[in-house]
């Protein structure tokens, strides 16, 4: 059976994922294309279900498919060109709790394509706990494309301030801010807290009055500054550099 109508109420439903009071409502989340959905499916979330245009002709990775028409299809996906798979996706839950290895915070990060850039880097740099604060939310469509799978495996942890600070007692919180060290020339400790802030307004004083360093990105004079997901990128790799020397 192919479903045709836009207005068919699992349709509705599914469109209805690219809003986040919606995934909060459902608990799931929208992946596209074949090569996400096959990561998905290795990874250890949960796929609710597999949906497919009338024409895909590709993996659907032994799940069952609901098979949609070109418009209904069309109006549930985010993509611009549609590859002809979704699933949706249960989102992980992950109680706040301290870190076992250097981790991320992210305080007030708004723009859900440097979420999604900074979930990817992390896990390719091995900082797979992220803790987040009146951020963008990860599972949008922007984000969940832009981590390029990073998203199914970082544990991502979702609170206040107050229970971000309150889980990382002990551990040295390292701020991304101008006037810190050269982050070159810094040693960071075995154990820390990488902090990036918001894109316009940087740290919250709350975040930043707790750090016990302040780190920079030495830049000409001509660049007043890096978009926050690069600089996330070069910071997280420049503050692990002894163990990715072991990697090489």
């Known amino acids: 059976m192919i479903i045709v109508s836009k207005n068919n109420?699992?349709?509705k439903e599914l469109s209805a994922l690219k809003e986040k009071k919606f995934r909060e409502k459902s608990g799931t989340f929208l992946v596209e294309g074949e090569k996400m959905v096959r990561e998905c499916s290795q990874s250890r979330l949960n796929i609710r279900r597999i949906v497919i245009r009338e024409n895909y002709l590709g993996d659907t990775f032994g799940f069952p498919a609901v098979i949609l028409g070109q418009d209904a299809f069309r109006s549930v996906c985010d993509e611009k060109t549609p590859q002809g798979i979704i699933a949706e996706v249960e989102i992980p839950v992950h109680a706040?709790?301290?870190?076992?290895?250097?981790?991320?915070?992210?305080?007030?990060?708004?723009?859900?394509?440097n979420i999604g850039a900074i979930v990817r880097t992390a896990i390719a740099a091995g900082y797979f706990e992220i803790y987040g604060i009146n951020c963008a939310?990860?599972?949008?469509?922007?984000?969940v494309r832009a981590s390029m799978s990073g998203v199914f495996y970082a544990k991502i942890m979702q609170g206040s301030?107050?229970?971000?600070?309150?889980?990382?007692q002990g551990v040295p919180l390292i701020a991304a801010d101008m006037d810190g060290e050269n982050v070159f020339t810094f040693s960071a400790p075995k154990r820390f807290a990488l902090c990036i802030g918001n894109e316009g307004r940087g740290l919250s004083e709350e975040i930043f009055s707790q750090a016990a360093h302040t780190v920079k990105i030495p830049m000409e004079t001509q660049t007043e500054s890096l978009n926050a997901?690069?600089?996330?990128?070069?910071?997280?790799?420049?503050?692990?550099?002894?163990?990715?020397?072991?990697?090489?």
């Open 9 to 11: 109420p699992l349709v």
């Open 96 to 113: 706040t709790k301290p870190p076992q290895a250097p981790c991320i915070v992210l305080d007030g990060v708004s723009d859900p394509a």
């Open 229 to 248: 997901a690069v600089s996330a990128g070069i910071l997280m790799y420049q503050l692990k550099k002894s163990e990715m020397l072991k990697r090489s």
């Open 161 to 168: 301030r107050e229970e971000v600070l309150s889980v990382l």
């Open 137 to 143: 939310d990860p599972f949008s469509p922007k984000s």
